[in-house]
């Protein structure tokens, strides 16, 4: 009905217009929900939902609520401006209205505060209002499901839109020229051969290169650049190391860990075949739309491939437990949560949570499109399936791996088995029944026996670490469960016992409110605004996940390829074209350059979905090369403050694995295999053996893998456990397995600097390296510049050489007469903790079965003092910001 009809009646006021554009919306989104959403609970009797229940106002106000004509007098005015203090509102601080929108209820009040009733204001929505209406799925409410967007918000959801790029031109640099020009900017010249180096070997493979790779690459460069530049990003994306740095970002996304979380943190012993899987994926370079299906629904799409399975891990990487204390029906309820939210965010860029209670606050997700999409996943459940091993997994130290889990067995069996014969002595001595609290154990002797069957648990479930098993899932009813604390076995008819969840909007997200049926399907803004086919989603027992894995995946699905390339953009310039590669809604940032990212989307899809491919292409720019100094500082300060037209490329500091795997290359002790069971390097003793508490106990204590080949193995091999981080990538910003990650942050610390300078793991380090450099038989300046050229990717100036020969002799003859006793390890520790039940200390000794053979890393004890001495000049090439940045 358009504002010329009849029913139109009197020309619109400003005041109305005020109500039916700013204030209803404003009072809806801030105030409704304690004051008018619920009439059985409103809050101090103050009813917002009509005109006459406002100005009536609540039990502690009344006469001033609204004054007509005064705005600044006004109660409802005034409380907003936070100048009322016993009157805030909204009361959260997180809610506070903006000037602006305080202004809007001023000037509301000053223009008579109308109240135009619900067809006047479509009539003056429909005329006056900016934005636009997203078709969607039903809203919970009218207000909602015709609320306006503002234009530049929605830009995720339309189809890709990018210009033709001239013939010859690279496309990269044509669109980002492009807005250089505009800016009036120069872009930076390029790079020195050995700053690019460095950058690009880390970039694509998370390690340095080698010093002939530098040679030869300078050569090359010299003659030509853009040439030189393709070259070595061939050569390094044949390397597996390219799999595993790329791997390494993904599994940051997805939350990637070996053990549970919460109160128990039991292992996954199984979770290492899905990283695997992955480094392998980007190895392979497995087509991106392919890798979406085989992770979102391999078992629906063939339950015979092991690949298939293992790649169905990815959805169970969030923190999940079921125990005895827990309700299963919230736990599976929390488990459905966490699934839905990280398909949306990992393959979608939108949190799907923020839909959990009520429509989104900013995008046009409805909350019935977040229970639409879980309803994908309410036949799907966990299960630890047989999957047998494929050729190329690396089988390497199963045998070193069951042995040490064998022992930690054996070890609690002889301690439990002890603790029974105490209790059976003590029956035997009383004659009869042992009564509660009278059973032969003193308290620390009862959490003893709750701690030792714990952990029995625990480790005899590690056991299934190299039996051919995927952590995986299956599609069939939801069967009840009250603890997990081992295997999960696929039932034999997964369709037989159990029920089929009912799908259902829960009011408020709570598993006990079930109200409105839905039917299994997705974001319903992308399929109209992004002008998508339907698709068909089953319900019942058809294949939901694999319909799911089909629409993500879909050529016309305007999110997902832009998605994977502005993560892929991220991943090499350290920020994506889109600011938040988790969020592409309203409040992410929106993209620096829309059209590179639309024509690189398209582009993705053309060529394959070929990752490779498209890192090919960014490698080929004159931007990949670009400097991070520009000829003209002030003037990028001026015009481009933020880095957003790189004009210029930003430094950064390597990540924490970056630094951990530099540190052990340099040293010569990086063991570069790829894939297999976790490994467990030396982490900081004092957390190593810290108390670490359980359900029903404390865990076992942290034990390093016994050789150093095991332990110093790349760090995203690292055993991950919730539970107890390594403090040294921690330190250095390794964000925690729990929460999605889209872009890692970088901390400057003090304990930084500390770590690297002070801990026995950098010492260590210092001394293999040095022991290394003396182990090639060079002279002194010769050892110095092997030295720079391994840490450094250099050689040093003369002014450089001779104060690390200076400092080399001083050293030395500092360690002359020092004499260091070899480490000794010990197979055992004694504990105290507090009983779970009395709150009162004991003691216990625990046996650590890896230190019966452990052999050390390269010690004091073992090089002469000429050795020690140059360890000292490693170790200040360790600590140079030139070895942790890339410029």
């Known amino acids: 009905m358009s504002l010329t009809s009849g029913l139109w009646a009197g020309e619109v006021t400003e005041g109305e217009k005020l109500f039916a554009l700013k204030v209803k919306p404003l009072f809806a989104e801030k105030c409704h929900a304690c004051h008018g959403d619920d009439p059985d609970k409103i809050k101090g009797d103050f009813n917002m939902l009509t005109r006459g229940a406002l100005f009536k106002g609540g039990d502690s106000f009344a006469e001033e609520v609204v004054i007509l004509g005064k705005g600044e007098e006004s109660f409802l005015y005034l409380v907003t401006t936070r100048k009322e203090k016993d009157f805030e509102m909204p009361p959260k601080e997180a809610d506070r209205l903006t000037e602006e929108e305080q202004g809007w209820i001023r000037d509301w009040i000053d223009h008579g505060a109308p109240w135009p009733d619900d067809k006047r204001i479509a009539l003056i929505e429909e005329k006056y209002a900016e934005g636009e209406v997203v078709a969607t799925s039903q809203a919970l409410s009218a207000d909602w499901q015709n609320r306006r967007y503002e234009t530049t918000q929605l830009w995720a959801y339309r189809p890709l839109n990018a210009p033709d790029v001239p013939a010859g031109k690279n496309p990269i640099d044509w669109f980002i020229d492009k807005k250089l020009a505009e800016a009036g900017l120069e872009a930076a010249p390029d790079a020195e051969a050995r700053h690019l180096i460095r950058r690009m070997s880390f970039n694509v493979t998370g390690l340095p290169p080698t010093p002939d790779r530098v040679k030869s690459f300078a050569s090359a460069y010299a003659k030509h650049p853009g040439d030189a530049v393709k070259a070595l990003a061939d050569e390094l994306m044949a390397t597996p190391q390219y799999g595993e740095q790329f791997a390494r970002h993904w599994l940051d996304v997805v939350r990637y860990a070996d053990s549970a979380g919460f109160a128990n943190d039991y292992t996954r012993p199984n979770a290492w075949r899905y990283r695997d899987y992955v480094v392998r994926a980007f190895n392979d370079d497995k087509p991106y739309n392919q890798f979406i299906r085989e992770q979102i629904a391999g078992d629906e799409i063939d339950p015979a491939d092991s690949e298939m399975l293992i790649a169905t891990g990815f959805l169970r990487m969030g923190p999940w437990e079921q125990t005895g204390m827990s309700v299963f029906k919230e736990t599976r309820q929390l488990w459905l949560d966490d699934v839905t939210d990280s398909v949306g965010q990992t393959f979608l860029a939108h949190a799907m ?16 499109d977040y229970y639409r999409m879980m309803a994908v996943f309410s036949t799907t459940q966990f299960s630890e399936r047989e999957a047998p091993f494929l050729e190329e997994e690396n089988r390497t130290g199963f ?8 022992a930690k067995i054996a070890g609690y069996q002889d301690q439990h088995a002890r603790l029974l014969a105490k209790v059976k002595a003590q029956k035997t001595q009383e004659s009869g029944e042992a009564k509660v609290g009278n059973n032969g154990l003193d308290p620390g002797d009862e959490a003893s026996m709750s701690r030792l069957s714990k952990n029995l648990s625990r480790h005899k479930w590690e056991l299934d670490r190299t039996r051919p098993i995927a952590f995986s899932v299956y599609t069939g009813n939801t069967i009840p469960v009250k603890s997990v604390s081992k295997r999960i076995l696929l039932p034999n008819q997964p369709w037989g016992k159990g029920t089929m969840e009912q799908d259902r ?11 409105d049926p839905v039917t299994p399907g997705a974001l319903s803004a992308a399929q109209s605004l992004g002008r998508m086919e339907t698709h068909d989603f089953p319900a019942g027992r058809g294949s939901r996940r694999l319909a799911l894995a089909e629409w993500i995946s879909d050529r016309e699905n305007p999110l997902t390829a832009r998605v994977m390339v502005n993560r892929v953009w991220a991943w090499n310039f350290g920020k994506g074209i889109a600011g938040n590669p988790n969020n592409f809604g309203g409040t992410g940032a929106v993209p620096t350059h829309p059209e590179l990212l639309d ?6 899809m053309d060529n394959g979905w070929s990752v490779k491919k498209l890192n090919q292409l960014i490698a080929s720019s004159e931007l990949y090369r670009r400097s991070s100094r520009h000829p003209h500082p002030s003037q990028v300060r001026e015009r481009d403050a933020k880095g957003r037209l790189y004009a210029t490329l930003m430094p950064r500091r390597l990540t924490a694995e970056e630094l951990r795997d530099a540190i052990l290359w340099s040293s010569g002790e990086l063991n570069l295999q790829v894939g297999g069971i976790p490994a467990r390097p030396d982490i900081n003793t004092e957390v190593a053996l810290q108390p670490r508490q359980i359900m029903g106990g404390t865990a076992s204590v942290y034990e390093p893998d016994t050789k150093p080949e095991h332990r110093n193995r790349r760090s995203l091999y690292a055993e991950k456990v919730r539970g107890l981080r390594d403090p040294f990538l921690e330190t250095f910003n390794q964000p925690g397995p729990d929460k999605s990650c889209e872009l890692r942050e970088t901390s400057t610390v003090a304990p930084q600097s500390l770590t690297l300078f002070n801990t026995e793991e950098m010492q260590e380090r210092s001394v293999a390296f040095a022991a ?33 020969l200076k400092h080399w002799q001083a050293a030395t003859q500092e360690e002359q007469g020092k004499i260091y006793k070899p480490k000794e390890f010990i197979n055992w520790t004694e504990r105290t903790v507090m009983a779970e039940k009395t709150g009162e200390p004991y003691s216990f000794i625990e046996f650590m079965p890896a230190f019966r053979n452990y052999e050390p890393d390269t010690q004091m004890a073992d090089v002469d003092a000429r050795t020690r001495g140059l360890s000292q000049v490693c170790l200040v ?7 942790s940045y890339l410029d």
């Open 353 to 368: 949570q923020c839909a959990k209670c009520h429509d989104h606050k900013f995008d046009p997700v409805p909350t019935r």
């Open 399 to 406: 045998a070193q791996s069951e042995e040490w889990v064998k």
């Open 505 to 515: 909007i829960l009011a408020g997200g709570s598993a006990y409110s079930p109200t």
């Open 599 to 604: 024509y690189l989307a398209r582009w993705f």
């Open 772 to 804: 290394r450099l003396l182990a090639a038989g060079l002279n002194d300046l010769k050892t110095i510049d092997k030295a720079f050229e391994l840490a450094l990717g250099r050689m040093p100036s003369s002014s450089e050489r001779s104060t690390c």
């Open 877 to 883: 090439l360790f600590n140079l910001n030139e070895f």
